[in-house]
């Protein structure tokens, strides 16, 4: 961890995405980075699938988050509140690290602060409301750093970026952009082939991501 931890202190948005956060403006919300660790597995992240039948970003793997309310007192509080309430997770098993820069999603105008924790002490998560969260998992670090189960995916708008293959989860977008670079600035990713490449489905539920991206593909920009 002190490698990471070292690195995000001086770390930019530019190292997470190519697009300005805007000085103003946009929904502040916050994700929380959970890492933690089990016996069998080593470290890992937690991460959610949103169900299937959301208007948006339906069955997409996610860091616990959302927007923040108007009690939050800080970006901290809000990661913390809405991991609470979309798996249950306890906020006094959570020891905070850092808030990383301010991310922007343009495509909702939310404004993200990832907040990175460690889960000092672990418990049974589940979801809270089946019809937001269909499932969580802790996906261990040495299964997303395996060569075999990193992949990059385009979306129909021509956006190309990172992937992750894990148990069963393809972890992609704004999630994987984030992971992708937290591994690189802790030193824990391995080489690995960019040239697999997974097409994403069109479908007006999956909006192009706007962080961790690493290209456009111009040929099929429509």
Same mark, same amino acid.
């Given at each position: ?22 000085? &103003? ?14 016996? $069998? ?27 923040? $309310? ?19 997770? $306890? ?118 991501? &706007?962080?961790?991206? $690493? ?8």
């Amino acid at each position: 961890m002190a490698p990471l931890l070292d690195r995000l202190g001086t770390a930019r948005a530019e190292d997470f995405t190519r697009l300005a956060t805007p000085e &103003s403006g946009g929904r502040e919300s916050a994700v929380l980075v959970l890492l933690g660790e089990q016996a $069998d597995t080593g470290p890992d992240v937690l991460i959610l699938q949103r169900a299937a039948t959301l208007r948006t970003h339906a069955g997409q793997p996610a860091f616990p988050g959302g927007a923040a $309310d108007p009690e939050d007192a800080d970006a901290r509080a809000t990661a913390l509140r809405e991991a609470n309430e979309e798996v249950a997770l $306890d906020p006094r098993s959570v020891t905070v690290l850092a808030e990383l820069p301010k991310l922007w999603i343009p495509v909702s105008d939310f404004v993200v602060t990832p907040v990175l924790a460690w889960w000092h002490a672990p418990h049974p998560v589940h979801p809270c409301e089946p019809a937001e969260v269909a499932h969580v998992a802790r996906l261990p670090i040495a299964e997303l750093v395996d060569p075999a189960n990193r992949v990059r995916v385009r979306h129909p708008s021509g956006w190309i970026g990172p992937a992750f293959a894990v148990r069963g989860m393809l972890v992609w977008g704004f999630t994987a952009g984030v992971l992708s670079t937290l591994l690189d600035l802790g030193g824990w990713s391995r080489p690995w082939a960019p040239g697999r490449m997974v097409e994403l489905p069109p479908t007006g539920a999956t909006p192009a991501p &706007s962080a961790g991206t $690493d290209e456009v593909d111009e040929t099929s920009v429509r």
